[in-house]
């Protein structure tokens, strides 16, 4: 593995979420822990790790104190494009899925907040079936249109639309089908777009959606 696909000491921020490469992450920060990473993201320019957590809760608390978070191994680096503050304590953020990233080592700060050193994946390989990937996009198509038809929903995805890219296609799919959460896990980490964009043809087959 080489030193240059790897980042030391990136802070967490587990979730019971699953964020996809390219993909838009609204969140609410109100812990101190990271509230003051995101301070630090801001200032020095650098993107979080969003992590799906495994067993644990997202807000600490005596009962379920944050070095009793598991997160999994694989996850997605996050950067902040917009940033609020809707009152004293509250940022509301806007984030972006950047490279997935595999946890090497983890340590928790005497604030809650989880550091890590990571290694960089791969890029997906693009290469899928093209029937299989046209009936995607025609449902992708769909699902955008349904949802600008209706002016109090905010679109889930970030512009501009990659219609011609199956990397994006597959995973903005699995952003917005109703798949389960260790799904979404297995289907983010996968470094293949044909095989994921298999896998969400037969969900959506199976559910009735194609």
Known sequence: ????????????????????PGGLLPLRVFEARYLDMVRDCLRQDLPF?????????EVASEQAPAASTVTAEI???????????????????????????????????SSGLIRADVALLSE???????????ECIAALRRIVAALSTKSDIESP???????????????????ILPIPLKAK??????EDAGMRIEIVHRFMKQHAIL
């Open 157 to 175: 995805f970030l512009e501009p639309y990659q219609w011609d890219d199956p990397v994006w296609i597959s995973n903005r799919l699995c952003e």
């Open 49 to 57: 790790g969003v992590c799906l957590i495994e067993s644990g809760h």
């Open 75 to 109: 996850g997605c680096l996050a950067t902040i494009l917009d940033c609020d503050m809707e009152q004293l304590g509250l940022l509301l953020l806007r984030t972006r899925g950047g490279q997935r990233f595999q946890t090497l080592s983890t340590r928790t700060q």
């Open 124 to 134: 997906d390989l693009p290469d899928c079936n093209p029937g299989l990937l046209l």
């Open 185 to 190: 896990q297995k289907l983010m980490a996968l």
């Open 1 to 20: 593995m080489s030193d240059s696909n790897v980042i030391r000491d990136i802070p967490l921020f587990p979730l019971h979420t699953v964020l996809f």
